[in-house]
């Protein structure tokens, strides 16, 4: 995205083709307005940036099938050379007609003509350069068919294009409706637009339609259309002065016959332009993140460095992108309609004024006849910058070049910055709508994600506190890990070929996520066929399950315009997160996950979980589409786009502490209902309060062993760094990854399913007990052994093996309460007030149940969780495991 500098924003509007109400699809669906194509149409033109070109930054939609295009745009126009009324010299005109040829060649190239091309959608820059506007209305409106007035001018479109005539989509009369113009259309409208700029004034401009059209058809039999032109308007000794270049470039542009018409793209190799293409360099387009490419290849430093720190006037604004500035232009204030309102493009009128017309008897009519207002008006109002420039004043120019080491905390900062330290508490809604606090964000994510794979780390760091909308896919694409050249991959994968899976695919798209706007566009749905077509392709040994559609919405929305960056986002998301989910069989898989899930509800909240239980009412009923989808099923994009910025800084366990905060919010239901109201309840979730849900779930990790959540159908795991953790945890509580280290004998041991569902309560390992109660020891550790300080420790370990044993050696700081004081030896509970009042005072802190009988461990902790004591776990293995580990203590003497 090129950067606003000399620029300005501009806006125009127009309505799309309103379609009948009572019309369905083949599909049984409602049409989808042409407002909805024309928007999803919209996004490739944003992908589209050359020097010749005005850059496209938004398109939005309002009521009656408005639609208003921001664009970039800058004041002066050819249609102020011909307001001057003098002849442009030759020179110029050759190097106008370059540059404008270089526009229209790159559009080919992409597949797209401009058909409106005239002296006011020819811009010029403070230099004088071509800017192309509008150049992809006839692109976005499907060549015209999407609203009701012709795209492009009658005195400067090519005969062809109007002997077609103009068409609609939803006329069905047309048995072949006319072929969309080619380049050679706009060739045509080049030679008249440079006509014009040779003899000073414009031409055919005052002629009746059908008397155009007969002039352009008598056109065909004249072998010199140039000269025929002058003479027809005056100005033939104008013509015979032109020097032999310019005068054969007329002559090739105006030629009648299409096939003998030249190109764009082959008038720029013709000899006319010898002198003049030699001062233009041919435009490469910059390296983008993901590519093979060096993104620097081109860097050019000046040999005086000082140029480059030289002041402009301070305006730093100037130099960040045009999206940018239009995002926080928008978070200013700015409002579209409103801009244009004031401008007198947008009228309302009066109910009153808008009666239909209807005729009396005598053939006296009343009412209104064709209303205007629905036609093109392609008046670009300006969008002022004053308000947003007002907003950032108090920003230091320090803020647009952060640096990127630690020396960045010794810098002066700005007189905001007590503002900006403040902003970080406050909610994130508020903090993604203040202007000056994005300001800094995106500056920042910008710079970091540029380094990328470098500052890799440092991305992590910034995304705990936040991530910018404006930066939000690339940012998740890095916290994914993905690198390398994507869009080779994504292109050598077959997305062409029928297979069985398409059916299943076509019939989800139109139910995914269709609320929105993009999503729902017919070039929505193309791109979400490709993406899920190329992810199931690419991967044989999975399949395509329902719900892949809505797992795959919110990076296919993030990256509308890269579907190679949507499909390696969601092809590295998935192995993190849904490691084997989509097997064939991923029965086994799926119950171990809700197993696991389940002894995390009780873990955390015992008492919601005997509750659950008792009713009948387990995860198999409500949890498998919030797992398998990652809860996209669930909630609307925007609040998984703010779940899923925390989702992607924790492990493959962080999902469980999502599930219980959901659980948590609606406690206080849950624990009033029965089996068949929560069940309505869940069929119809209640509104979730995301913000809490993410701030709970983090709590709940922190507080989680992080063996606790093991499971034996995960992803094998992979080294990682510290930058994996959540925000400031407790010190006891490790965050971070599972690291690729040597199994030992302290981790635990995969449990058969059968034997897992029998246990209420999760296990953790020996590893995680010696790192919890923080021991340590010549055996394992380098740091002497350190007992836990009264009252700050926050786990107890609880040994219930006999007293004798127990004196034999035990964990330090454990607490002994015998199996056999508590339960008789068939396992039934004979003094349960005795182990309650002992563990009183406990509660809160992690209980860890150790035996030598692993079914005793797992009877004693679902017995705590019974009565409702959270946060009991069992140590995986019991004391045979600890006993090699030289950290056992026994009793000291008694004298």
């Known amino acids: ?188 409208s080049l030679g008249i637009l440079l006509f014009e700029l040779c003899v000073g004034r414009g031409i055919l401009q005052n002629i009746d339609i059908s008397e155009r059209l007969k002039f352009i058809i008598n056109l065909g039999v004249m072998d010199d259309i140039v000269t025929v032109l002058a003479e027809e ?67 050019e430093l000046p040999e005086d460095i000082s140029e480059l720190c030289k002041d402009e006037g301070d305006d730093y604004l100037a130099e960040r992108s045009i999206a940018e500035v239009y995002h926080l232009w928008c978070l200013a204030g700015g409002d579209l309609e409103k801009e244009l309102t004031n401008k007198g493009i947008i009228q309302s009128k009066p ?45 230091a120019g320090e803020a647009y070049y952060p640096l990127l080491e630690d020396e960045q905390s010794s810098l002066p900062q700005s007189s905001s910055s007590n503002e900006l330290t403040a902003a970080v508490s406050l909610p994130l809604i508020i903090r993604e709508r203040d202007t000056e606090y994005q300001l800094i964000r995106i500056v920042l994510f910008d710079r970091l994600l540029k380094a990328y794979p470098y500052k890799k780390n440092q991305v992590w760091k910034e995304a705990r506190v936040d991530i910018p909308p404006l930066l939000r896919g690339l940012a998740w694409a890095a916290l994914l890990g993905v690198e390398g050249d994507i869009q080779a991959k994504y292109d050598s994968i077959d997305k062409d070929t029928p297979i069985p899976t398409d059916r299943q695919i076509e019939v989800d798209i139109p139910r995914c996520h269709q609320y929105d706007e993009l999503l729902s566009s017919p070039q929505g749905h193309v791109k979400f066929r490709r993406v899920l077509k190329a992810w199931v392709v690419s991967h044989p040994d999975l399949v395509y399950w329902q719900g892949l559609d809505s797992l795959c919405a919110p990076f296919l929305y993030l990256n509308f315009n890269n579907e190679a960056l949507a499909y390696a986002c969601m092809s590295a998301f998935i192995p993190k997160y849904l490691y084997n989910f989509f097997l064939k069989d991923n029965s086994h898989v799926i119950q171990e996950y809700l197993t696991v899930f389940s002894q995390m509800i009780a873990f955390h909240d015992p008492e919601l979980s005997n509750h659950l239980n008792e009713i009948g009412f387990i995860p198999d009923l409500y949890a498998i589409p919030w797992f ?17 910025d925390t989702l992607l800084l924790g492990n493959s366990s962080f999902p469980f502490c999502i599930g219980v905060s959901i659980l948590q919010q609606l406690r206080d239901r849950l624990l009033a209902n029965g089996f068949n109201e929560c069940i309505l309840l869940f069929s119809d979730l209640p509104e979730i309060d995301i913000e809490r849900c993410v701030r709970e779930s983090i709590n709940l990790f922190c507080w989680t062993p992080k063996s606790a959540t093991y499971r034996q159908h995960a992803q094998p795991t992979k080294s990682t760094t510290d930058s994996s953790s959540l925000g400031k945890t407790p010190s006891y509580f490790s965050t971070s990854e599972f690291q690729d280290l040597p199994k030992t004998d302290l981790c635990r041991e995969p449990l058969k399913l059968a034997e897992l569902k029998a246990e209420v309560s999760p296990r953790i390992s020996a590893e995680d007990l010696i790192e919890l109660c923080e021991l340590s020891g010549p055996a394992h550790f380098k740091t002497p052994v350190k007992k836990p300080k009264p009252g700050k420790a926050k786990i107890l370990a609880v040994d219930i093996r006999g007293s004798e044993d127990f004196n034999r050696g035990h964990i330090p700081g454990s607490i002994n309460i015998p199996y056999s004081s508590a339960f008789g030896p068939d396992g039934e509970l004979v003094q349960c007030p005795a182990t309650t009042t002992t563990l009183a005072g406990f509660r809160g802190r992690v209980i860890v149940i150790i035996s030598n009988v692993m079914k005793n461990a797992a009877t004693f902790a679902a017995h705590l969780v019974r009565v409702n004591y959270p946060r009991v776990c069992v140590l995986d293995g019991g004391m045979n495991k600890m006993k090699s580990t030289g950290l056992l203590t026994v009793p000291s003497p008694q004298i």
């Open 233 to 299: 308007h005056g100005c033939l000794e104008i013509i015979k002065e032109l020097p032999e270049k310019a005068s054969a470039l007329l002559r090739k542009c105006l030629t009648f016959l299409p096939s003998k018409r030249p190109t764009p793209s082959e008038l720029l190799e013709d000899s006319v332009f010898e002198g003049v293409s030699c001062l233009y360099t041919p435009y490469q387009k910059a390296a983008g993140l993901f590519s093979s490419s060096l993104r620097c290849a081109h860097l």
């Open 628 to 644: 398998l989808t990652m809860f996209t099923h669930v909630f609307p994009l925007h609040k998984i786009f703010h779940l899923w």
């Open 351 to 395: 109910p009153v004024c808008t009666l239909p017309k209807f005729i009396l008897e005598d053939g006296e009519s009343f009412g209104q006849g064709r209303d205007r207002s629905f036609l093109l008006d392609d008046t670009t109002v300006t969008l002022s910058l004053c308000q947003l420039k007002n907003r950032l004043k108090e920003v």
């Open 1 to 188: 995205m090129q950067p606003l500098r000399d620029a300005q924003l501009g806006a125009f509007t127009f309505f799309a083709s309103a379609l009948p109400h009572d019309v369905c699809g083949s599909n049984g669906l409602p049409l989808t307005p042409n407002s909805i194509k024309i928007l999803g149409r919209f996004q490739y033109l944003k992908t589209l940036t050359h020097p010749r070109l005005c850059q496209y930054v938004d398109i939005s939609r309002g009521k009656h099938e408005r639609l208003v295009v921001v664009a970039e745009h800058h004041e002066e126009s050819l249609k102020d050379c011909q307001r001057r009324g003098k002849p442009v010299s030759p020179d110029r005109v050759l190097q106008i007609a370059f540059e404008i040829l270089e526009g229209l060649a790159f559009m080919n190239k992409h597949g797209m003509v401009h058909q409106a091309l005239s002296p006011h959608n020819v811009l010029l820059d403070r230099k004088g350069h071509v800017k192309l506007a509008k150049f992809g209305l006839y692109h976005m409106t499907d060549h015209g068919a999407d609203v009701d007035f012709p795209i492009g001018y009658p005195s400067y479109l090519a005969p062809e294009v109007i002997a077609q005539g103009c068409f609609r989509s939803t006329d069905s009369s047309l048995v072949d409706p006319p072929l969309p113009s080619g380049p050679k259309s706009d060739v045509w």
